[in-house]
């Protein structure tokens, strides 16, 4: 227990970490970072669901081919097999076509789209299942029509493929919703408020995941971290690859692998950093050498952050819509404005987390893992000092910043409220140095539409 606290204490005493209130996570069953490798491996992947639609149309097209040849059903003169077979060539190379147009036109949209908001949104559109799905039935529908052509009139009396007919007829009016569906979630996730509100759902998410400790077991935390020495690590394991990003991290599984080696871990890195090559991942603490090996396995690196286990990267979104908002060659201060809002409500949520240095705990209350995670002051300098800096000249962004901040002060507990006032100091110079004296005034009037229903001292 001396060598874990002391391997704690570490950490808490390096120079720059500021004092802490911890985020607890006692071990639970494992979370295999391989499992999360295939997962997001097959989520953002292209080819899983039209693959799985491909093998579904074929065994339709063969299975309907052989029930009709083995029960034909009589329709009488209506249809012959001659023209069976024309309406099942023209589906076919007509939905080839329709497939190939649809494709580019949807990933025009998702291009103008990304280019207009962030290019750190692009991975974020690519995880909207409606385009695998529209796109797997049009290659299906298809390959059914290719197939049912091929089928259509093989033995030597001409059968009528009339289920043929009839599941082509199902698969055409199918298409035809999932294009309109297409296109309607296309043009949905092209209005930012629609992109800003579910990025402010998913961070909740993260944030509960992220910091799940309760209050009581983040004061014992910060009690034991107050209370060791500082002591050197006895291994460091580093990045034997290229440089990347910390994606994630198996939290249960490192903490698993500490107390099997009576050690402590821990993460030289945040969720969201870039690890260079060659930089340490990780530090061990206690008498024991643990598999470099093992470590590694439970770290995710990857080419770009996610949203998964990083609870400020859906605030880096949404600021690098606001910030490409107020640039010059766009000059949009009210989708700035949509932005803050989406930025108050997830800044409200995340002051009731116990936020700072993650710890996970084993069954005996024993520290296995230590993880730098953002701190409030983090959080509240990621959300508003950029928008601050280029949109204090702005009317609108300036009035919505102090009606944020008013708001803000009054509602967080009395612990988060620094940060927020010297938020508000800072606001005051840029608008001091932005406008002149005479207009001062009317850009620091706190107003939650930017322009619309602002706050006065005095009713008129």
């Not at 910060?222 to 690859?241: F, M």
């Not at 908002?325 to 809002?341: F, G, I, K, R, Y």
């Not at 800096?389 to 102090?402: D, E, M, S, T, V």
Request: with cysteine; hydrophobic share 50%; aromatic share 6%.
């Amino acid at each position: 227990m001396a060598q874990v606290d002391a391997a704690v204490g570490s950490f808490a005493g390096r120079e720059g970490v500021r004092p802490w209130v911890a985020t607890v996570t006692r071990v639970q069953r494992p979370t295999r970072v391989r499992w999360h490798r295939l997962v997001a491996s097959l989520r953002d992947s292209y080819w899983l669901v039209p693959a799985i639609y491909v093998v579904l149309a074929l065994a339709l097209a063969f299975g309907l081919a052989r029930w009709d040849d083995s029960d034909p059903i009589d329709l009488g003169s209506s249809f012959s097999a001659s023209s069976a077979s024309a309406a099942l060539s023209a589906l076919g190379s007509g939905m080839l076509a329709f497939t190939g147009f649809v494709t580019s036109i949807v990933l025009m949209v998702i291009q103008f789209g990304t280019s207009e908001f962030s290019p750190r949104l692009l991975r974020w559109f690519r995880r909207d299942n409606t385009l695998k799905f529209a796109l797997s039935t049009f290659i299906a529908t298809f390959l059914f029509a290719l197939v049912a052509t091929a089928q259509v009139g093989r033995g030597a009396d001409a059968v009528v493929p009339t289920r043929l007919l009839v599941a082509a007829l199902v698969l055409t009016l199918l298409s035809i919703a999932m294009f309109l569906v297409l296109i309607d979630r296309t043009a949905n996730q092209l209005r930012v408020a629609n992109v800003a509100q579910r990025l402010d759902i998913a961070a909740r998410k993260v944030f509960d995941s992220v910091y799940p400790a309760s209050a009581t077991e983040a004061a014992a935390a910060a009690e034991t971290a107050r209370s060791i020495s500082d002591r050197p690590p006895a291994q460091t394991v580093g990045n034997d690859g290229v440089g990347a990003v910390f994606v994630t991290l198996d939290r249960p599984g490192l903490a698993r692998i500490a107390k099997n080696h009576d050690a402590v871990i821990e993460l030289v890195h945040a969720v969201g950093d870039h690890v260079p090559a060659g930089g340490a991942l990780a530090r061990v603490y206690g008498d024991h050498a643990v598999p470099e090996r093992r470590i590694r396995q439970a770290l995710v690196l990857g080419d770009e952050r996610t949203i998964d286990d990083d609870p400020a990267f859906a605030i880096r979104m949404i600021v690098d819509i606001a910030i490409k908002a107020l640039s010059p060659a766009v000059n949009d201060p009210t989708t700035a404005v949509q932005c803050l809002h989406r930025i108050e409500d997830l800044l409200r949520y995340a002051a009731s987390k116990h936020l700072s240095i993650g710890v996970v705990v084993d069954d005996e209350g024993m520290t296995r893992l230590v993880y730098p995670t953002p701190t409030w002051d983090d959080l509240v300098e990621l959300a508003l000092t950029e928008i601050r800096a280029f949109g204090a000249g702005q009317y609108q962004i300036a009035r919505r910043l102090h009606a944020l901040l008013d708001g803000l002060i009054a509602d967080v507990p009395e612990r988060r409220r620094p940060a927020l006032v010297a938020q508000q100091a800072l606001l005051e110079d840029e608008v001091t140095s932005a406008f002149p004296e005479s207009q001062r005034a009317a850009a620091l009037v706190p107003d939650p539409q930017g322009l619309g229903m602002p706050r006065r001292s005095t009713p008129d």
